[in-house]
């Protein structure tokens, strides 16, 4: 797929950072494709396959899936996509530092990577307020404790290898003033 030319940002942030929030605003203004590792993930596990039901064990316990299972996914949604999408917003990848080279060796180089910054007191509210009514299995305070770990094992190192792309928002404050942030920097991308 080295032909891709589709500006491409990576959404990277904590457990309940507000990534999936922020991708919503981006879609309705940019209508760019918003690719959720998260979501694919959900999906194989709902269609009840052998597979799924490893994955499944592995999201309950906050840990990461695999990397050649997610590029999988990744890669069959980017390819079907790619004709009609003006651009792709990837959430929630990558998870370590890993996972982003073999993004950019398999599909193309990264534009620009925004990273919501917050602290661990607000996602794990945010989370258990979300806990109510997402009926997501790992959005309980012990999932949500290892989610914390596996993001603070594995994040600065990728901050680190991208930092020419990375713009660092604050995650604490209102979901429209993050979007505002975000939205004068990928104005200047789709200029
Ligand atoms: P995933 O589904 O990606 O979960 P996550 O990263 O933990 O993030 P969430 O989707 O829970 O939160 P979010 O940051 O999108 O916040 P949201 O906008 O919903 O991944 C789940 C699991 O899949 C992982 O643990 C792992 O096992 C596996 N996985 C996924 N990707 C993988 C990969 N690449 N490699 C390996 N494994 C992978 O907001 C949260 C709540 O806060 C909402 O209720 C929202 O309304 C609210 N909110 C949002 N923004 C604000 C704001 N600014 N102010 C107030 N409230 C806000």
Sequence with gaps: ????????????????????TLCDKIVAKYGFTHIS????????VNTGSERG?????????GALVPTSI??????EKIKSKVETSKGFLIDGYPREKKQGEEFEAAIKPVDMVLY?????ETMVQRLLKRAETSGRSDDNLETIQKRLQTF???????????????VIISAEQSAEAVFAEAEK???TLVA
């Design 1 to 20: 797929m080295s032909e891709i030319t589709l500006p491409t940002v990576w959404i990277l942030g904590g457990p309940g950072s507000g990534k999936g």
């Design 70 to 75: 997610v590029m999988e996914l990744l890669n």
């Design 37 to 44: 590792t998260g979501d694919l993930l959900r999906d194989e």
């Design 53 to 61: 039901q490893e994955l499944v064990k592995i999201m309950k316990e």
């Design 152 to 166: 603070h094992d594995n994040n600065d190192p990728i901050i680190e290898a991208y930092k020419s792309k990375v």
């Design 185 to 187: 920097k990928l104005d």
């Design 116 to 120: 919501l910054e917050s602290k661990d």
